[in-house]
């Protein structure tokens, strides 16, 4: 029998980070020893009770659940914030009075430390969200860089613009990357083997009413009733890409530990600007560090393999 793989997943509580949650709890060749919650595309609390709800639901096995009390240099919109109020108000979480998946009370940085030292093998990374507590647990504790196999991380854009609207910036930056400029600077000083799922990926798998629809009409199966329950909170693709049109962006990330055939990908030397109007941007870059890519998405296959994912669960 194969061995699972050991993952932690540290996301920021948007719609699309906790049916990502729900995606890697159902995947059965992967053990999932710890989740931590920063306050990015979330409000701390109602991400991280949905969080521990979502785990008792439809996890295996219960998981430790951790906050991070680490702060942006640029806070996301207020507006997209609330959608783990929404997440966690969902009746499917709350038929239960109380919530059996544990929360710790150390900081979502200082948590990893520990699930890594604690861990019997290497560990892979799942970051749907900004890499400060990444940043800040190799800081802390540089012997943990030796227990991780490889960041998978939602981040960056490689396609010439970002998803950035905002006073005194370019435009060419992603929001995970922006959040914290500084931290992603950390990150790739460090020797980890990073895979990156960009804009020029999650671009291509955009939420739109036919994909709404056909998930819709499934959702006799808890696990994709609860996912289109989620995205219908998110604007979709109809008629152009605005700033608020909605993409999923980590679910496709997510999917990489489980389907990596998935998406193609490319070796890109690249470099973070951390000051000035183009902050947060990954710029391709010869003398830069090199990471790995994803570019090309076999959009089918992807959403085939996350429906049978889903379909697969039952209560």
Request: proline letters at 6%; one cysteine or more; hydrophobic letters at 40%.
């Amino acid at each position: 029998m194969t061995e699972q793989k050991l993952v932690y997943m540290n996301h920021d509580g948007g719609a699309d980070d906790l049916v990502s949650l729900l995606a890697v709890l159902l995947m059965k060749d992967v053990e999932l020893i710890g989740v931590g919650v920063i306050p990015g595309d979330c409000y701390l609390e109602p991400a991280v009770l949905a969080s521990r709800k979502i785990i008792d639901v439809f996890g295996r096995a219960s998981v430790e659940v951790s906050a991070s009390d680490s702060r942006p240099k640029h806070p996301f919109p207020k507006e997209w914030r609330m959608h783990a109020y929404f997440v966690d108000a969902l009746p499917m979480l709350n038929e239960r009075d109380d919530i059996l998946a544990p929360f710790t009370s150390e900081p979502a940085h200082r948590h990893l430390v520990r699930k890594l030292r604690e861990a019997d093998r290497k560990v892979t990374l799942l970051f749907t969200g900004p890499l400060t507590d990444l940043s800040r647990a190799l800081a802390e504790a540089p012997d943990i860089e030796e227990k991780i196999e490889s960041l998978v991380w939602m981040g960056g854009s490689f396609k010439g613009t970002g998803n950035i609207i905002e006073p005194e910036h370019d435009g060419s930056a992603e929001w995970n990357a922006f959040w914290d400029p500084d931290a992603v600077a950390d990150v790739w000083r460090s020797g980890i083997d990073i895979v990156a799922y960009p804009l020029l990926a999650t671009d291509q798998v955009p939420w739109t009413l036919e994909r709404r629809n056909a998930w819709a009409k499934l959702r006799r199966h808890p696990a994709l009733d609860f996912a289109v329950q989620c995205y219908a909170m998110c604007p979709p693709l109809v008629h152009i890409h605005a700033n608020d049109t909605y993409f999923l962006w980590d679910l496709l990330t997510t999917s990489h530990l489980g389907n990596a055939g998935i998406a193609k990908f490319r070796q890109v030397a690249c470099r973070v600007h951390t000051e000035g109007a183009s902050q947060g941007r990954i710029e391709e870059d010869p003398s830069g560090r090199t990471i790995s890519i994803a570019a090309e998405v076999d959009v089918d296959a992807f959403y085939n393999y996350i429906t049978e994912l889903f379909r697969s669960f039952e209560r």
